[in-house]
């Protein structure tokens, strides 16, 4: 018998609140009807048995006590590695990619596995690591919303959802001067509001290339169409005519454009709900069930075996060997 539980921080859960329960449900499914949800604010809070498997969310978590027995697995949802051309990243987005890195280096300490979000990331953090690296699927919770909404009776354009930087602030103006209704950015689920509107778009708060994945994966799992900036990995992540890209001069007006013909509207909504349940969802499963599988293997206490080959196959971006031992500050 194994005992999991999912740990994550609440000002987490309260972002991504229908993706963690994509995880709960799923290691659910993968360890039993027992593995527990708990929603604190440290992870020493969080009432699990000894010899636990315990997974964790919460880039702002404190460091936490080991208890008996434990093992402990970190799921990674930042940048934490400037990916392709550094010099597409702005001042300001190397400062909070350093300022991600930090704050993930300084937790490791307490962790036995690392799960990264960001498979181009995964390699890079594979390379330089002491501690075993593997790649995870960003899926999200069946049960967002009731029944669906047909785009042309949806009450907002355009939805957005994060943190709102001078960057991302011209886009919505220009947005909002065009006449397009744009949905509310702050204290509301990204999939919940994405699925009242007839486009999610994916802006970087800061100039750079980086890939949101829970964003892009988030509004296609809900059936919206989503405009975005050029993304490092976005290729890898789904085919190119899934979403529509733009460059920032162009933004508002391509989104404009988009929101005006729902014809083009619906026929995208198709291909993203077909793309999502029919091929990523049953990947993105595969993909927990063999992580799952893994951790099963390993022994708290004591140190991570290798992956094992025939996991590494299935699993986007593992590796058959240990980690180089390197710390991420040397990149």
């Not at 999939?191 to 964003?215: D, F, G, K």
Request: aromatic share 8%; charged share 20%.
């Amino acid at each position: 018998m194994y005992y999991a539980c999912l740990v994550i921080q609440k000002v987490s859960f309260d972002h991504i609140t229908h993706v963690a329960r994509f995880v709960h449900a799923t290691l659910t499914a993968n360890f039993g009807a027992d593995t527990a949800l708990y929603v604190c604010d440290e992870i020493d809070q969080a009432d699990h048995p000894d010899n636990a498997i315990v997974f964790v969310i919460g880039e702002g978590f404190a460091r936490h006590r080991r208890r008996r027995g434990c093992l402990y697995v970190y799921l990674n949802f930042s940048v934490v590695a400037v990916m392709g051309n550094p010099l597409r990243v702005s001042k300001e987005g190397w400062s909070a990619i350093r300022r991600k890195r930090r704050m993930l280096m300084d937790k490791l300490v307490g962790y036995d596995l690392l799960l990264d979000y960001f498979a181009p990331q995964t390699r890079v953090l594979q390379r330089h690591l002491r501690l075993p690296v593997l790649g995870f699927g960003i899926g999200v919770s069946p049960n967002v919303t009731g029944p669906a909404i047909a785009l042309a009776d949806r009450p907002y354009n355009v939805c957005f959802v994060g943190q709102m930087t001078p960057r991302r602030l011209r886009i919505i103006e220009d947005l909002r001067r065009r006449g397009l209704r744009m949905s509310p950015h702050s204290g509301i689920s990204l999939e919940e509001v994405a699925a009242q509107s007839q486009c999610c778009i994916n802006i970087h708060a800061h100039r750079s290339n980086h890939l949101e994945t829970p964003r892009i994966i988030g509004a296609l799992a809900v059936g919206t169409p989503v405009v975005t900036e050029k993304c490092y990995g976005l290729q890898g992540l789904l085919p190119s005519d899934l979403v529509k890209t733009a460059k920032l001069m162009r933004f508002a007006e391509i989104t404009q454009d988009i929101c005006s013909n729902l014809d083009e509207l619906q026929a995208q909504q198709a291909l993203a709900q077909h793309w999502y349940r029919q091929t990523y969802l049953p990947q993105c499963r595969r993909n927990w069930s063999d992580i799952c599988d893994h951790v099963k293997s390993l022994i708290p206490g004591t140190a991570l075996p290798p992956v094992l080959p025939e996991i590494a196959e299935k699993i986007p971006g593992a590796t058959a060997t240990q980690a180089a031992p390197m710390f991420l500050d040397q990149l």
